[in-house]
């Protein structure tokens, strides 16, 4: 039997190294818009101004607008290795970071843009004339949305996309095209009446099924948000210095999802579970080197060190207190401010004076509003303490 158009595109983006390629019309269903509208009225996309502005709601609910005459979107995924310790081993190691697991490897950005690029290439022959664009996580896109329409998988209650072999683990793009493909159905929903994911949530950032408060997320919180994090969010972080993976780590769909057999997207040993003294030293040139081709760069050494001091604090580990002294004296407001915390956090009887006679001296020249206030939050908070 001849292989449909479909069929011999779904092969060649196996050949690329994606697990999963489907196809939908280029609609947005209204309870995908609807639902967004309601998040962004609510503001839970907190300083991501940006998924408000006009332009781009507009853009995201008119495929066609972002390429004009587009008949088909083709949703791929490309997985990612799961965790290698179970939720209970990693917070165990409190004197250790947690990096989430899709960023442990090359940034994706980069590996899945060259490889959809090759893609769109070949398309180029198996299609004729046509006009493409393709999208890794940067435009204006409703990825998850797509993903559903396309049959690749369902949106799951922790709001990311499930599908039944693969979990949650892989990251999704897309590729738009004037050409007409035969489409896929849309995905059926699997969650039943499991809440894992929302029971687990540290911060209780799943407000509703389906909906992600940002705000309280450590994802949002420890990638996207570069001020000073609430007070009483810091202690609920726990060793989480780079997103969140406990809501993906309880889904009965991950469980044995086992792991890719290839190079590219590995897990680099030394972003599995590190040492957070070797990551509260790090000044920028250090940490542009130590995590040169990795997500993690695009955070900056500022807001990395801001969460590593909030999981120093967290740790318990009083050793910590040596390298939390420099940094409560850093260049940067922000690493300033989270030092201090996680100072007072660390203090006990024995070096309660100390803490207040210095805290003390450093208000008469800190002259930034912020830090400010963190050091007279600590001081109240030791003053309680002794
Ligand atoms: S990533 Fe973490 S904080 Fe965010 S919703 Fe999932 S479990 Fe909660
Ligand atoms: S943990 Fe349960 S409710 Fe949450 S996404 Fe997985 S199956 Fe759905």
Redesign the pocket.
């Known amino acids: 039997m001849q292989e449909n158009l479909a069929d011999s595109i779904r092969k060649t983006a196996l050949q690329h190294g994606f697990e999963r390629c489907h196809f939908s019309q280029p609609e947005m269903n209204a309870k995908h818009c609807s639902a967004l509208d309601d998040w962004l009225e609510q503001g839970m996309q907190g300083d991501m101004a940006w998924m408000a502005e006009e332009s781009r709601i507009l853009r995201r609910q008119k495929p066609e607008s972002m390429l004009q005459g587009v008949r088909t979107v083709i949703s791929v995924a490309m997985r990612y290795s799961q965790p290698a310790y179970s939720l209970d081993e990693a917070a165990a190691l409190q004197d250790h970071g947690v990096i989430s697991s899709y960023a442990q490897g090359d940034d994706y950005h980069e590996v899945m843009k060259k490889r959809l690029k090759a893609l769109a290439r070949d398309l180029d022959a198996l299609l004729g004339p046509h006009e493409q664009r393709v999208y890794v996580d940067t435009a204006p896109v409703l990825e998850h949305a797509l993903a559903e329409n396309a049959g690749l998988g369902w949106q799951?209650?922790?709001s990311?996309t499930?599908n039944r072999q693969l979990g949650?683990w892989f990251f999704l793009g897309e590729l738009f095209t004037t050409a007409e493909i035969e489409t896929d159905e849309k995905a059926s929903f699997?969650?039943?009446s499991?809440?894992?994911?929302?029971d687990v949530c540290p911060t209780r950032a799943i407000v509703a099924?389906f909906v992600v408060d940002a705000r309280l997320c450590i994802s949002y919180l420890t990638i996207e948000y570069k001020g000073f994090i609430a007070h009483h969010l810091r202690p609920l972080m726990g060793n989480r210095i780079y997103g969140c993976d406990d809501?993906q780590m309880?889904?009965?769909?991950?469980h044995e999802t086992g792991t890719p057999d290839r190079d590219f997207l590995a897990p680099r040993g030394e972003n599995c579970l590190p040492e957070l003294a070797s990551l509260l030293s790090l000044d920028d040139t250090a940490f542009r080197a130590r995590f040169v081709k990795s997500p993690v760069k695009r955070l900056g050494r500022d807001c990395f060190v801001r969460n590593c001091c909030i999981a120093a604090g967290n740790s318990g580990n009083r050793a910590l207190r040596a390298l939390l002294w420099p940094l409560a004296q850093d260049a940067s407001a922000v690493v300033r401010g989270h030092a201090i915390w996680a100072l007072g956090r660390l203090s006990d009887s024995s070096d309660a004076a100390d803490l207040l006679h210095v805290f003390s001296t450093m208000l008469a020249t800190e002259l930034d509003e912020s830090v400010r206030e963190e050091l007279n939050t600590t001081i109240r908070t030791i003053k309680e303490k002794a």
């Open positions: 799951g209650k922790h990311l499930l949650s699997h969650c039943g499991c809440t894992a994911c929302i099924p809501c309880v889904c009965p769909w991950n």
